[in-house]
């Protein structure tokens, strides 16, 4: 077992190479570790320095994916920054000092210089023109994530392709990007940036620690202004390097924004292939933005609604494995499942609640089905609804206090919301026509539904049932899913006729920017799964 | 030993050995039931043939004897009809003359439903179904049910038709 890193954060388990995927369990690769999230004094004291570490960073620095560091950083007791940068064996410049206390959040998007703000209300009106160039390295390393030079255009296009997709940015394309020296990280050229169009700036920077872990910084600078707005580093280790990437994603998309993070995050889905009579299911897992995409299962069992557990560790699933449709909790680390609910004869539809302790179900009994509550270590069931309609479906508030779930006790189906001990129980939606799949958003404001009247239609509405808006628009659009921030829906569209398929799909809340998502097969039932820390 | 004893234990050998030659079982054992999917109702009739004869009490013989494995549904019903319950009046009677065969009901839903909510729904349609059935004299202890939502569709068009057809329940005799 591995020791942590400073005692900051939870062991890890040895993190699988690059290029490892088994379909099958036995994956140690599940739940990547958190982030040691570590304020750092910026020190001048040369002599604690490591002459390996990278420009001092006046903010936080992120230790990602957890794996321990060599034992120089542990007796140093924290990670020095030198400030001043001249550890390097490049010539790099000090970096710019920004007059913050390290220990400062950032700064909220309406308090910047120059105004930089992106207006994510009332629709994505005008795309911010942004650069993203190569982010250099000070020297060209083998690592097993590949040479630190294509890494560094690697972490640029993750970087450009997440703020792209987000719809709120318009990176400059790669022909009007120039390559930035090692030096001009922190000392950008602003002149011919404002050339360009370009309103901001990324720079950063990857460097092959000796220890076997990459260092990735990461700069968002303001061009008009000429200034630094917010600047974050990462050690990774080389399986994780694209996390860096979707971090460093993240910095410039919350700063600018003022929105919640999201792009460092996985889907987990049902992968499908084969005939429309017998498609072949399997448990998928991926990035968000469709890499390291493996399978769980191997398709010999029908298997549906996969959900992540809160700690990101596990999966809540249904499978008709042995012919006995249930939910079972899979392990992504030790790839072993577990039945949840022993001696029924139909269990399904689960989803862990906010703090991970209980999953709400819903069980058929004598041709009624209602919505129940277990531990997720398994156990006796606590029943929640009790009508003779259909209940299914349930979503818990994220402060845990409520559930929200479909009903046809009214004669169809209609979303309901009820407190997490099932009293209280209260249509809420009365928009004309039936309404099912309803997902509480992470930030608590909307929920969103399938619409079902002419086709089905993804939709929102507020926690009370009003401000419906519907979102797409296509024949079938069914079972939406958050991103962790609340900004994004995932969401799976089915095709007509024998050959029709099912793929993945996502749309801004606003209703803007619906893109397919990337799959190796088709995809049903996504699962947006949180942040990752 | 003797030449004639040599010769005579052989020739006691190879008729021993003519003895044992398999001969084809009268009844061969039922052809395996695949755990993980509905019987394709179509498929069903190799199930139990020997040379072209069917057993009697397997679910080919159930197949070609009774007026139909499968009772159909309205949208988002689940109430049996008058043509369900001639079918299913001549299934009960097959099981009444075959009663220690067990049986187990799918209910199935159209791909015009959400995911869950037809997995309640197929489950409401199979229930209806053995509730029938047992009404009509065939014990629960042998039945069994199963719902498979909108996942095993048999007809694969997006109208009218297909999805009325989907909309069933069938009965699969257990081998």
């Known amino acids: 077992m591995t020791r942590s890193i400073l005692g900051f954060f939870p062991s890890r388990q040895t993190l699988p190479v690059a290029g490892d995927r088994s379909t099958h369990g036995n994956h140690p690769g599940g739940g990547r570790g958190p982030i040691g ?51 390097y064996a490049q ?32 629709g994505i009106s ?22 630190t030079d294509v890494l560094g255009r690697q972490l640029s296009e993750i970087v450009t392709n997440d ?41 950063g920077f990857i460097r092959a620690n000796g220890d076997g872990n990459l260092t990735v910084g990461c700069y968002l600078y303001d061009v008009s202004s000429k200034a630094e707005l917010t600047r974050t580093g990462f050690v990774v280790s ?16 919350t700063r600018l924004t003022g929105e919640g993070a999201y792009f460092d995050s996985r889907v987990v889905y049902v992968s499908e292939t084969g005939p429309k009579g017998r498609r072949i299911k399997r448990l998928a897992i991926m990035d968000q933005d469709g890499a390291n995409h493996r399978f769980l299962t191997n398709g010999q069992s029908i298997v549906l609604t996969p959900r992540f557990a809160p700690n990101q560790q596990s999966i809540v699933y249904m499978s008709y494995l042995n012919n006995r449709p249930a939910i079972y909790v899979y392990d992504i680390g030790s790839g072993k499942q577990r ?11 689960p989803r862990f609640s906010p703090d991970g302790r209980n999953i709400l179900f819903s069980m058929a009994q004598g041709g009624n089905t209602d919505v129940y509550r277990v531990s997720s270590q398994g156990g006796t069931p606590q029943r929640l609804t009790n009508s003779p309609g259909i209940d299914t479906g349930g979503s818990y508030s994220p402060d845990g206090s409520k559930i929200v779930f479909e009903s046809d006790r009214s004669g169809g189906q209609q979303i309901y919301v009820m407190n997490a001990d099932g009293s209280n129980q209260q249509r809420i939606s009365f928009g004309g026509g039936r309404y ?41 659009d069914e079972g939406p899913s958050w991103s962790p921030n609340g900004r994004v829906i995932n969401f799976y569209r089915s095709g007509r006729g024998s050959g029709g398929k099912a793929d993945l799909w996502s749309v801004d809340l606003t209703g803007v920017n619906e893109r397919k998502i990337p799959t190796p097969l088709d995809g049903s039932d996504p699962a947006w799964g949180p942040l990752r820390p | 030993m003797s030449k004639l004893s040599n010769i005579l234990l052989a020739c006691t050998a190879l008729i021993a050995v003519a003895g044992c030659a398999k001969k084809r079982p009268a009844v061969l054992p039922p052809a395996p039931v695949d755990t993980n999917a509905p019987v394709d109702p179509n498929a069903g009739m190799n199930n139990g043939n020997v040379g072209g004869a069917i057993v009697p009490g397997s679910d080919a013989d159930f197949q070609r004897s009774v007026s139909s494995n499968t009772v159909n549904f309205g949208l988002d019903m689940y109430d049996i009809d008058p043509t369900a319950r001639a079918i299913l009046d001549s299934q009960a009677q097959w099981l009444a003359k075959f009663p220690n065969q067990r049986i187990t009901i799918e209910g199935h839903a159209d791909e015009r439903g959400t995911r869950e909510y037809n997995l309640a729904l197929g489950d409401r349609r199979a229930n209806a179904t053995k509730n029938y059935l047992a009404a009509k004299g065939v014990s629960s202890s042998r039945m069994t049910t199963i719902s498979y939502g909108k996942e095993r569709p048999v007809a ?20």
Request: glycine fraction near 12%; charged fraction near 15%.
């Open chain 1, 37 to 87: 999230k570590v304020d750092v004094t910026t020190r001048n004291d040369h002599s604690a320095a490591s002459p390996n570490w990278a420009p001092a960073f006046a903010g936080v620095v992120h230790l990602v994916g957890g794996r321990r560091a060599r034992s120089v950083l542990a007796s140093v007791g924290l990670l020095a920054f030198v400030s001043g940068g001249a550890a």
């Open chain 1, 436 to 476: 099912a799949t309803p997902v509480w958003s992470p930030r608590g404001d909307l929920i969103a539904f399938t619409k079902l009247g002419g086709g089905f239609r993804i939709g929102i509405m507020s926690p009370s049932g009003g401000g419906e808006k519907l979102l797409t628009n296509d024949w079938q």
């Open chain 1, 91 to 122: 010539d790099a410049p000090a970096p710019q000092q920004t007059p913050a206390d390290p220990a400062a959040p950032a700064a909220p998007a309406g308090d910047q210089s120059g105004g930089l703000v992106v207006d994510v209300t009332g």
């Open chain 1, 339 to 349: 039945l949840v609910v022993a001696n029924a004869n139909l269990t399904f539809a």
């Open chain 2, 156 to 175: 694969m068009g997006s109208d009218d038709q297909s999805w009325a057809a989907n909309r069933r329940a069938v009965t699969v005799v257990l081998n």
């Open chain 1, 163 to 203: 703020l792209r997709n987000s719809g709120l940015f318009t990176p400059l394309s790669p022909g009007q990007l120039r390559p930035v020296s090692f030096p001009e990280v922190t000392a950008p050229g602003f002149e011919y940036w404002g050339s360009t169009g370009a309103q901001a700036l990324v720079q």
């Open chain 1, 126 to 147: 005008a795309p911010m023109p942004i650069a993203i160039p190569v982010m250099p390295t000070a020297a060209v390393v083998s690592t097993p994530a590949g040479s």
């Open chain 1, 238 to 253: 080389p399986s994780d390097w694209r996390r860096a990437g979707h971090k460093c994603a993240d910095m410039v998309y």
